[in-house]
């Protein structure tokens, strides 16, 4: 089993920056894909940003460009950077890895999740 915990969420300006962190603990060998889902009041659950042994970080087009995924090389820590932040951008961000890739709906372990919001 592989143990997630969310940390940096909070409310942010329109424009402003925010910095979410995660850390795994547990069997953290299994563990070859991690990232980030959100899910927003009335929408469904959206993959944000993942990152691992598959290659290049894949980022869900309405945040290419303004977020950030980076993980750790013991992939204990995944963080998401996020820039110019728009009031659409407010939801739930979950933390989550897998052992082979995340999918649009679905991953092996799942953090608890973060508020994010976004207002003036």
Same mark, same amino acid.
């Given at each position: ?9 909070? !409310? ?5 920056? !925010? ?9 953290? +060998? ?7 889902? +959100? ?5 469904? +659950? ?38 110019? !932040? ?15 890739? !995340? ?18």
């Amino acid at each position: 089993q592989v143990q997630l915990a969310e940390s940096g969420g909070g !409310l942010v300006q329109p424009g402003g920056s !925010l910095r979410l962190s995660c850390a795994a603990s547990g069997n953290t +060998r299994s563990v070859n894909a991690m990232g980030w889902y +959100r899910e927003a009041p009335g929408k469904e +659950r959206e993959l944000v940003a993942t990152i691992g042994d598959f290659g290049t970080p894949i980022y869900a087009h309405s945040v290419a460009g303004r977020f950030t995924v980076s993980m750790d090389n013991a992939k204990n820590t995944v963080s998401l950077q996020m820039n110019s !932040l728009k009031p659409e951008d407010t939801a739930v961000y979950y933390c989550a890895a897998d052992r082979i890739r !995340l999918e649009a709906q679905r991953s092996d372990w799942w953090g608890r999740g973060t508020q994010v919001t976004v207002s003036s």
